[in-house]
């Protein structure tokens, strides 16, 4: 017997038939005699209307109400699951993440869990009940009141609950039957890992690759929680309980014995750029620019600086989030009189391309190879970054899907 947590997105509940669909992989594991929890995600599509709802009711609007709504999806999907069950004869309740409790920080719209009180859904285990658990949700305690973990954050309520319980496995269900050398729904030779390292995933996840949120991967290494990604769209009566089913087991570096050098590739058309000309050249330029930014909250992510082309002064370009470009672009103007500058060049049209595979630790010439290739195909690189496990590249989003292509090949990803 084992404990599973097992997690169902947006897509894999996107309607009722889809529902009763989850509720027999639920009665598989039951029936096999494994205590299980479940994380339900709202309809695919449900949290986008919310977010607009809030959007026209003001443009500018509270974010605690703002949560008040968005936690609403995923509070109708673990209802129709727990009644989708009991209708197949498993004892079945739901549970909200403030009846857990499952208690956040205060940021509104991007809460962190901060503790999971786990006993509830022991008590659950113990009595042979599935707990149906509202992903997306928790609470804060000292103002009561309902926060949200970001967009995707049911992965994160998942792993954390699974971490809670102590479960042996924390199974992600979704719409792809498995983590990927690159987003197959943009190369279709893009391969299915068998496994990859948490620390590959992180990287693979903040870069763009949007199939597990961020945190919850960061739970899941901090935790050790063994992560099985794999897909809900098969029948369940075709799974064959003895033997493994397909899909990517997110784990320790430690359990995977070969290593490719490079693993996966992961793109983000969701950056901007500006560039600063003919910023002085002397001691707080950088201060100057990059703390107002960060008292705005502003994440700025590439930095580069080069000469301007009067060999005077210099020229500071860096991106950030397409959300965030706007306000980026206001605080620099406003800070124009400590900076000192002749105009801003922004560009909105651009995306970031990142290589990602632990074995490039002891490899050398990975990112060289890059340039080359895409230089072949005509693809100019706008900034260049850096780090132990990847490289990442900005370059013009027309080029996104060539260049991703490209390199996916360069790097002996293509499935044959
Ligand atoms: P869910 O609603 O189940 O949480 P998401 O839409 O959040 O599902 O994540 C699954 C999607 O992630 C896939 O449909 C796929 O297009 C995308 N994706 C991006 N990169 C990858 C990758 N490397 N491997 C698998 N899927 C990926
Ligand atoms: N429903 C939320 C979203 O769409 C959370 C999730 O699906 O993980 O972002
Ligand atoms: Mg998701």
Redesign the pocket.
Known sequence: MARLVMK?????VADIDRIQNVARHVKREVDAGHQVAVVV?AM?GATNKLVEFCRAAAVLHDQREYDTVVASGEQVTSGLLAIALQALGIPARSWQGWQIPIVTSDQHGSARILDIDGSRLVACFEAGQVAVIAGFQGIHKETGRITTLGR?G??TSAVALAAAVKADRCDI????D????????VVPK?RRLDKIAFEEMLE?ASLG???MQVRSIELGMTHNVRIFVRSSFDKPEDIDPHRPPPGTLICDETEIMEHEVVT?I?FSRDEAQIAIRNVADRPGIAAAIFGPLSDANINVDMIVQNVSPDGKTTDLTFTVTAADFERAKATIEKARDSIGFARLDTAAEVSKVSVIGVGMRSHAGVAASAFRALAERGVNIRAITTSEIKFSLLIDAAFTELAVRTLHSLYGLDKS
């Open positions: 169902f997105g947006g897509s894999s995600s695919a995707g049911s992965d269900y979704t719409d792809v498995g983590v990927y050398t690159t987003d197959p729904r893009a693979m690759a949007k199939v996966g992961a």
